[in-house]
């Protein structure tokens, strides 16, 4: 079997990347300090990919920036419980996770039939390497909006926000083989979901 | 079972590269034979590039502003900055070491104007201060020394005043020479002693403070005024010894003076009490006293006021001044 099989192989995995000394640690200590200017420095470092994820959770970018902020504002509110035992970044997705759930069940709450995106237009009609790639960012959404969110969350921090395995473990606070197997079972459920748009592609 | 045969579940795993070397052997053999698992192993693979192909979103552009509004707005942010500020002041006077290890400078307050001033200021007010568990113990110290020292200062300031004021009121008592002269500290008769031992214990003896006579008090002659005893020595105390007052007049006082001490130098056991301008104190054996007298009437002329000699006393105490006469002219004659 050739290698270019080995999604890994091509991509270095960023495993190691946790044993890495936290690039944030000496804003975050002048942060604690009462330097609020510095934490302007962490919101311009994380914003964008916290923004993200919020986006994918509840795919309103609107709702997104206001989760976005509302996590800058808890992080900067409750900095002294963040001791520097994982990632600044971790913790930050952290709570950007446990609000963009919040939200999303207070959404579910509101609307009877979900609040989940409609199909695209083009879905099944042309196969997705037609598409433009707009459609084809929509059409993943979508996917991902009908996935378990267990599923979905791992798939978001793992995929779009490109963090390893144990970050990912340190966020949502579980055992590293609890989110090997959530990524690779959400991942066959989002290509079976995908699968009628795939199969167009010559 | 189709399970068995497609091993559809494990493709995520195996195109991850994490799968055991054994099961990979297994899979890639198996994907070799099969075309329904390459299939679906390239339908994973798109899956997974349309994911990554999603780019990261970006915030918009005027996220930090808002971010950095919403924190100067709430005073709850505000205090929390400031409550921040207090515990990092506090940690570094504990620790100062902390300086080294990344934590960043403390804010300290900072003139606009004067920036360096109130930085140095500012420093002072620390190196004076801080840490307390120094400084209290020290400035408590420094405040019991100040308060003894106070204390201390205040007892001779009370007794000196005690002085003055009975000064004060001898001087506006005063109205007899008699009262003025019986107000100095005479001392107790003593044996005859050598004349080196005497002077030694004269320039021991504080002189007491002799107020200048004013001119309008001296039309003619120069009057020395004494001061008087305190009252409760005049009323409660035994009397003192009056001394027997000389009053020589002549037209050289200073010179008659000289002479009088050279002369009174003479006697053996004669004790210079006190001898300040125009006024000699002595203190003399009673039988050399008419001795004495006689060569002082000699320098001029001798009135002799005072306590009456008395020969039961081995020492006689005598004052005698010298003045200057006006009409010398008719003394002479």
């Known amino acids: 079997m050739p290698p270019e099989y080995c999604h890994r192989d091509k991509n270095a995995p960023p495993i190691a990347e946790s044993a890495q000394p936290d690039p944030d640690h000496a804003l975050v200590v002048r942060c604690k300090a009462g330097n609020r200017e510095v934490f302007g420095q962490l919101v311009l470092r994380h914003k964008d990919r916290l923004y993200t994820l919020a986006l994918r959770f509840l795919g309103d970018h609107g709702e997104a920036e206001d989760v976005a902020q509302e996590t800058f504002l808890r992080a900067y509110e409750k900095l002294e419980e963040f001791r520097g035992e994982a990632k600044f970044s971790t913790w930050l997705y952290q709570i950007c996770r446990n609000l963009s759930l919040n939200r999303l069940e207070k959404k579910k709450e509101k609307l009877s039939e979900g609040f989940l995106p409609e199909i695209p237009a083009a879905a099944g009609t042309e196969p997705p390497v037609q598409l433009l790639q707009k459609e084809r960012h929509k059409l993943v959404d979508w996917a991902l909006a009908q996935l378990k969110h267990e599923f979905r969350e791992v798939i978001i921090l793992y995929h779009k926000e490109a963090l390893s395995y144990e970050e990912i473990a340190d966020i949502l606070e579980l055992p590293l083989g609890t989110i090997r197997s959530r990524l690779h079972r959400g991942r066959s459920e989002l290509r079976d979901l995908l699968r009628p748009y795939l199969e167009k592609i010559p | ?333």
């Open chain 2, 1 to 333: 079972m189709a399970e068995s045969r497609h091993p559809t579940s494990l493709l995520s795993l195996y195109y991850e590269g994490e799968l055991p070397l054994a099961d990979r052997q297994v899979v890639t053999e198996h994907l070799a034979d099969c075309p329904l698992c390459r299939h679906e192993l390239s339908l994973l693979r798109q899956t997974v590039e349309i994911l990554d192909e999603a780019p990261l979103e970006r915030a918009p552009h005027d996220f930090l502003d808002k971010f950095t509004r919403r924190l100067e707005q709430d005073e709850r942010f505000r205090l929390l900055e400031a409550q921040r500020q207090q515990t990092a002041k506090e940690q570094a006077r504990v620790s100062p070491d902390m300086q080294d290890v990344g934590v960043p400078a403390i804010s300290r307050p900072t003139s606009p104007v004067f920036p360096r001033l109130t930085q140095g200021l500012y420093q002072f007010w620390q190196t004076l201060c801080f840490p307390l568990r120094l400084k209290l113990p020290l400035y408590t110290a420094v405040g019991v020394a100040v308060v003894a020292a106070f204390l201390f200062r205040s007892f001779p300031e009370g007794r000196s005043a005690n002085r003055d004021k009975t000064l004060t009121k001898t001087q506006t008592s005063t109205e007899s020479p008699r009262q003025d002269l019986a107000s100095i500290d005479i001392p107790a008769p003593q044996p005859p002693q050598t004349p080196t031992s005497s002077a030694q214990h004269v320039s021991n003896v504080p002189p007491p403070p002799v107020p200048k006579p004013s001119p309008a008090q001296l039309p003619g002659k120069q009057e020395i005024l004494l001061p008087s005893p305190p009252v409760a020595a005049l009323e409660g105390a035994p009397p003192v010894a009056e001394p027997i007052v000389w009053r020589v007049e002549g037209e050289q006082p200073e010179v008659m003076q000289a002479q009088a001490k050279v002369l009174a130098q003479r006697i053996s056991g004669v004790l210079i009490v006190q001898e300040e301008d125009g006024l000699l104190l002595l203190s003399l054996p009673t039988e050399q006293l008419p001795a004495f007298g006689q060569a002082v009437r000699e320098l001029g002329q001798v009135q002799t006021m005072g306590a009456e000699t008395d020969p039961a006393k081995p020492t006689t105490t005598i004052q005698i001044r010298f003045l200057f006469a006006l009409d010398s002219a008719s003394l002479s004659s």
